[in-house]
Nanobody, 127 residues
Framework: QVQLVESGGGLVQAGGSLRLSCAASRRTFSSYAMGWLRQAPGKEREFVAGILWSDGGTYYADSVKGRFTISRDNAKNTVYLQMNSLKPEDTAVYYC????????????????????WGQGTQITVSS
């Protein structure tokens, strides 16, 4: 059974930093890719960052490129999202998710490629 548990959310001032963690079951961790996606009130869920297991390649939405970093710790079955220089527009519920076998460098950006989701963690950035 797939299990994903996010942690690290909270309230931070603009310009601050937070690190999200996603602890995955061993079976989940051996899937094809994992990503972080977010959903702000009244908006659709959007891709933030992803990492392919095949080559360790990382991918980012333009809105977070240069500020956010996705990484993994295989020994701990954990994926991280380091978020720096946070902006009020980063406020959203952040989800960790696992992508299926059809994921690749071209479609990792699309939310519909993700099959399993964590419960989400709230990030609020105050101005």
């Amino acid at each position: 059974q797939v299990q994903l548990v996010e942690s690290g959310g909270g309230l931070v001032q603009a310009g601050g930093s937070l690190r999200l963690s996603c602890a995955a079951s061993r079976r989940t961790f051996s899937s094809y890719a994992m990503g972080w996606l977010r959903q702000a009130p009244g908006k659709e869920r959007e891709f933030v960052a992803g990492i392919l297991w095949s080559d360790g390649g990382t991918y980012y939405a333009d809105s977070v490129k240069g500020r956010f970093t996705i990484s993994r710790d295989n020994a701990k079955n954990t994926v991280y999202l380091q978020m720096n220089s946070l902006k009020p527009e980063d406020t959203a519920v952040y989800y960790c998710a696992v992508a299926g076998e059809l994921v690749n460098s071209g479609n990792i950006y699309f939310p519909y490629e993700y099959e399993y989701w964590g419960q989400g963690t709230q990030i609020t950035v105050s101005s």
